[in-house]
């Protein structure tokens, strides 16, 4: 049986769940797969912190080179999180012809071509499966299961954070701050949460799934991206009037050579597939031009579920079979379209007096917006909630639309733009 040594860079959330399945796992590992793995040593910030699972304190460190340089070490797991340092010690791993597994989304979509370079030139392993969707195998599913497809459409809620808070608050009633805090506490929110509530978190992984998909790079800055911050409970409650659910969306669609990328929180019929996806649960669905339409579904985020990933990836390396996706010369940039077809809510809140409501149905039909259905409520009040849903409308027509109602004196806020997907 062959021994390897590995090192960890992080032990928090992840770190702890990756270290609880190579102990309670151990012999099957050995059995199945034929390898004995070892950690020889795991880099923190700080080596004397308590930490929920107990180890043997002498393989806690503070020194990176203790892994980076040390030959016995043949593959490094990341799971430290953010840009750098984390960049740097991996780059060095790969350097120094180690394989690297990472969970680290932000690292893989903003530098994914130097660590491709840097792997490509030693000869090492990248390997990257829990950096999206936690605990679901779909990086692997893309890369060894659907290559014979031209995918074409990606739709997923690929952030756990945020799909527990809105769970929360549409199912409780509970207000953002509250559930947020409960997320941090079940180890499902970055280290920087504003990461998940702002849509980073969702927008890496999406770079990352998409360019996995069409075969072209789909950066980052490309991708539009708003988060849940601005999401109340009373857009909550209008929604499900309308029959919609809320989700924090990522959107991916290859149109005839021209792709369109969207983060943003979604109204979709309580009906539709990803309504029913709950809590810190995932799903995405992608359509191929040869398998259809597929949906992949389970735990996004934790320590185990993300554990699962890594574990997986850690044994992948051990077997030098392959790497994942590899850039050549073959990889073209992503041609972008900004100016998406899709459906709209918008709520306003306007002077409540007569003639208002034809006023700014008269800016939508001025830029071709056609609206499928308006909820007007407080009549007799001074001011009043002004709901309206449209039909199909480019993007632009939209914003085009919202600019000149901004202006009109009779309306005193617009409080929220929400896209519906159906
Ligand atoms: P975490 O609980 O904050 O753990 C981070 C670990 O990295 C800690 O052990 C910390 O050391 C160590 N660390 C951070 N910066 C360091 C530095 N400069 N030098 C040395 N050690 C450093 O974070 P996490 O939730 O485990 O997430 C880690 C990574 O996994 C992130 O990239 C995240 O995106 C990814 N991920 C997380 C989840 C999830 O469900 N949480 C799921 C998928 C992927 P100390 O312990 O000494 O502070
Ligand atoms: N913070 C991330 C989430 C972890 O909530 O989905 C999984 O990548």
Redesign the pocket.
């Known amino acids: 049986m062959q021994k390897i040594q590995i090192g960890f ?7 702890n769940g990756v270290y609880k399945i190579l102990q309670k796992h151990r012999n099957e590992i050995a059995d199945k797969e034929d390898y004995q793995i070892n950690i020889k040593k795991i ?5 004397n ?1 308590k ?1 929920p699972v107990e180890t043997d304190r002498s393989i806690l460190t ?1 020194n ?1 080179d203790d892994i980076l340089n040390d030959p016995e070490i043949s593959i490094v797991a990341e ?4 840009e750098n ?2 960049l740097s010690y991996l780059l060095k791993a790969l350097n120094n012809g180690k394989s690297v597994v ?5 690292v893989i979509a903003r530098h994914w071509e130097k660590l491709d370079q840097a792997a490509s030139a030693s000869g090492a392993g990248l390997y990257y499966e ?2 999206v969707c ?1 605990g679901i195998p779909v990086i692997k599913a893309i890369q060894e299961s659907l290559q014979a497809n031209r995918i074409e459409r990606i739709m997923g809620i690929i952030n ?1 954070t945020t799909n527990y808070i809105l769970t929360k608050m549409s199912e409780n009633n509970e207000n953002f701050s509250d559930a947020l805090k409960k997320a941090q506490e079940l ?5 920087d949460p504003t ?1 998940d509530v702002e849509g980073f ?1 969702a927008a890496f992984k999406l770079s990352i799934l998409s360019t996995l998909c069409f075969h072209k790079r789909v950066h980052l800055e490309r991708i539009l991206r708003e988060g849940i911050t601005n999401i109340t409970l009373e857009d909550i409650s209008y929604g499900k009037e309308l029959g919609y659910a809320l989700k924090l969306l990522a959107i991916a669609k290859d149109n005839e050579g021209k792709v369109e990328v969207r983060v943003h929180p979604t109204f979709i019929p309580q009906n539709h597939p990803l309504s029913s996806v709950r809590s810190s649960f995932n799903a995405v669905y992608l359509k191929g031009d040869c398998v259809g339409d597929m949906m992949f579904y389970g735990r ?4 185990l ?2 554990g699962s990933a890594i574990v997986s990836d850690i044994l992948t390396a051990c077997k030098k079979e392959h790497r994942y996706m590899k850039f050549g010369e073959k990889t073209i940039n992503a041609v972008y379209n900004d100016d998406w077809q899709t459906k709209y809510y918008i709520r306003l809140t306007v002077k409540d007096q007569p003639g208002v409501l034809g006023e700014i149905a008269g800016y939508f039909g001025k830029h071709g917006v056609s609206i499928a259905s308006v909820i007007q409520k407080g009549y007799g009040n001074t001011t009043a909630p002004l709901i309206f849903v449209t039909h199909e409308a480019s993007e632009k027509s939209i914003q085009q639309a919202i600019a000149e109602i901004r202006k009109n004196p009779c309306v005193i806020s617009v409080d929220n733009l929400i896209r519906v997907e159906e």
């Not at 880099?43 to 080596?47: A, C, F, G, K, P």
């Not at 799971?79 to 953010?82: A, E, L």
């Not at 180890?187 to 280290?191: F, K, Q, T, V």
């Not at 996004?300 to 320590?303: F, I, M, N, T």
Request: aromatic share 6%.
């Open positions: 860079l992080g032990f928090g959330n992840i770190g880099l923190v910030r700080d080596i912190k930490r503070d990176p799971f430290m999180g953010g340092p984390a990472t969970a680290n989304k932000e829990a950096s936690g756990g180890g499902y929110a970055e280290p990461a978190d996004g985020a934790g320590d579920p993300t």
